[in-house]
C-alpha cells in the first residue's frame, strides 16, 4: 500500500506499507486519515521510502465522525498539497496543520480556522496581499477596502482608481488584517458573526479563483456540503 504523509522531517512524502492489505494487518488503525504520531522505517531522498512501526499514534476522533469537519480538513490539506512539492521540508506548516486540525477536532468553528490557513498561505501560492497599509501610496488609515487590481487594501483616497474594488465590511477586512498574522497555536477563542462569516469567504473565493487559479476538488465538494446543509426539509 502506498501512503502520502506530511513529515517534519521530509515534507510530504510517499511511503511504501508492505502487507497492509494483509488479515490483521496490525498497523491498520495506524493508517487511517487524520491520523498523527512517531512512524519508523526507511526515508529515501529519491525513490519510495518505507514504514516499518508506528508509536504513539492519535486520531483526530471528532474530524473522522463528522462529514462536515472532514470535508474542511480535507480541503485544507489539499492546499498545502498544492502549496509545497513533495520532499521539500516545511516544519513551520507542519506545525500549522496540526494546530489547525486540532482545532478543528476541539469544536472551534472550521471555517473560520479555513480562512486562517487561507489567508496565510496565499503568499506561498505567489500571492501576497497588502494587509497593513495602502497597497498605492503606503498610508496608514481606518479606512480601506481591497482591491484585486493593486493586490491589497487601498485607502479612501485611492477608491475611485478601481471601480471594481471589493466594497468590503470594516470588520472583514478587521479579520483579513488579523487572519494573515494570528498565531494558530495561540488561538484561544474567535467567534465571527454569519454576516461576516459569508463575506470572508466570499472574498478569499473570489481571490482563490482569480489570482491564485487554484481550483480544488475538495472545495468543490466543501461547497456543495454547505449548499445540502442550507435545502430546505
Known amino acids: 500500500m502506498l501512503v502520502k504523509f506530511f513529515t517534519a522531517e521530509a515534507g510530504k512524502k510517499m511511503f ?13 488503525a495506524d493508517l487511517l486519515p487524520f491520523s498523527y504520531g512517531t512512524y519508523d522505517g526507511t526515508l529515501k531522498k529519491q525513490g519510495l521510502s518505507y514504514i516499518a512501526t ?3 499514534v492519535k486520531h483526530f476522533s471528532q474530524i473522522s465522525a463528522d462529514l462536515m469537519l472532514n470535508a474542511y480538513a480535507t480541503y485544507i490539506m489539499g492546499l498545502l498539497d498544492a502549496a509545497f512539492p513533495d520532499g521539500v521540508v516545511v516544519s513551520q506548516w507542519f506545525d500549522k496543520l496540526f494546530y489547525a486540525l486540532n482545532l478543528i477536532n476541539n469544536g472551534f468553528d472550521p471555517a473560520i480556522i479555513t480562512n486562517i490557513v487561507e489567508v ?3 503568499p506561498v501560492l505567489g500571492v501576497a496581499p497588502e494587509w497593513h497599509h495602502c497597497a498605492v501610496c503606503g498610508r496608514t488609515t481606518t479606512t480601506y477596502d481591497y482591491s484585486e487590481q493593486f493586490g491589497g487594501l487601498i485607502c479612501e483616497r485611492h477608491f475611485a482608481a478601481d471601480p471594481h ?7 472583514t ?9 494570528v498565531e494558530l497555536a495561540k488561538i484561544g477563542k474567535i467567534q465571527v458573526n454569519q454576516r461576516t462569516k459569508a463575506q470572508l469567504q466570499q472574498t478569499l473565493d473570489q481571490i482563490y479563483d482569480h489570482d491564485v487559479g487554484l481550483k480544488l476538488k475538495s472545495k468543490r465538494f466543501l461547497q456543495q456540503m454547505k449548499q445540502w446543509s442550507l435545502t430546505p426539509k
Open 165 to 171: 474594488r471589493l466594497h468590503l465590511a470594516p470588520r
Open 173 to 181: 477586512l478587521y479579520y483579513l488584517q488579523l487572519f494573515s498574522a
Open 16 to 28: 511504501l506499507i508492505r502487507g497492509a492489505r494483509r488479515p490483521k494487518f496490525k498497523m491498520t
Open 54 to 56: 508506528a508509536d504513539h
Open 120 to 122: 496565510q498561505l496565499l
